[in-house]
């Protein structure tokens, strides 16, 4: 068989899967690799969604919090930071995509930064934005922070890389810096920002993200810019991720 090369592209699938260990390798002859990734992060979700519980009732009594949704390494003091995966000052492990692990009306504000591009717009985004409105204070106010489509896809209309460079910053080769990859094609580049691999679930706009939060409760739908928001505490955002990035406050 001749040797196929790999497309030198985020997630390299195919360099992976030749990469590694025996038992792994077997494993892939019958299941392909984005699968198995997948069920490698799912089945500890289960073990941690069982567990949920016990983690409400440490939150039962609280009141006036401070929440940061799914900030990985950028975790905030002072705040309750609730990730699905342990790190810095990660002080909550919770799977939020359905539910929120406190009372009603016990949460000033909510700020999520680059995780709600990772849920399923069908069968996690409605029961997460409910679960945001039913825990906010009257007034409260949710900043949602993630990927702007439509500034990628007027970047594709208008042809070439250099409006593609304006939104993500690349090198003459078409490097990424971020993703450490090289796009070929600007479609690899807009397909990597829709779908990370198998990460990203769905890519928003402004239109389509205000009428969710509309849906699903809130008052009040503002499209903001780096460094705005309806309540200042809730201006965390990552300087890095504000050339792309979609910034919209909802408020209860």
């Not at 985020?10 to 030749?18: I, V």
């Not at 460079?165 to 990424?176: A, G, K, S, V, W």
């Not at 780096?226 to 979609?246: H, K």
């Amino acid at each position: 068989m001749n040797e196929i090369k790999d497309l030198d592209i985020y997630p390299a699938y195919g360099r992976e899967a030749q990469q590694s260990r025996p038992i792994k390798k077997f494993i892939l002859r019958f299941v392909p690799l984005h699968t198995f990734k997948h069920l490698r992060t799912e089945i500890p979700l289960t073990l941690l969604r069982l567990k949920g519980g016990r983690v409400a009732k440490r939150y039962r009594h609280s009141d006036n919090l401070l929440v940061n949704v799914g900030p990985g390494g950028q975790a905030k003091p002072g705040w309750v930071n609730v990730d699905a995966w342990k790190g810095p000052l990660i002080d909550c492990l919770y799977d939020c995509r359905k539910s929120l692990p406190f009372p009603d009306a016990s949460v000033r504000a909510i700020f999520c930064e680059h995780f709600f591009e990772h849920i399923d717009y069908t069968e996690e985004a409605p029961y997460f934005l409910s679960e945001c409105h039913r825990v906010l204070k009257k007034d409260g106010v949710l900043r949602l922070i993630l990927p702007d489509a439509e500034k990628y896809l007027r970047a594709y209309c208008k042809g070439g890389w250099e409006e593609f460079d304006r939104i993500r910053p690349l090198n003459p080769e078409h490097t990424d810096s971020y993703y450490l990859c090289k796009y070929n094609t600007r479609m690899e580049l807009v397909n990597l920002i829709f779908r990370q691999g198998h990460d990203h679930k769905f890519a928003y706009d402004f239109e389509t993200l205000s009428f969710l939060l509309y849906r699903y409760g809130f008052s009040e739908v503002v499209r903001q810019e780096y460094g705005t928001s309806l309540m200042p505490e809730l201006c965390l955002d990552q300087l890095v991720r504000a050339s792309e990035s979609l910034y919209v406050d909802a408020k209860k």
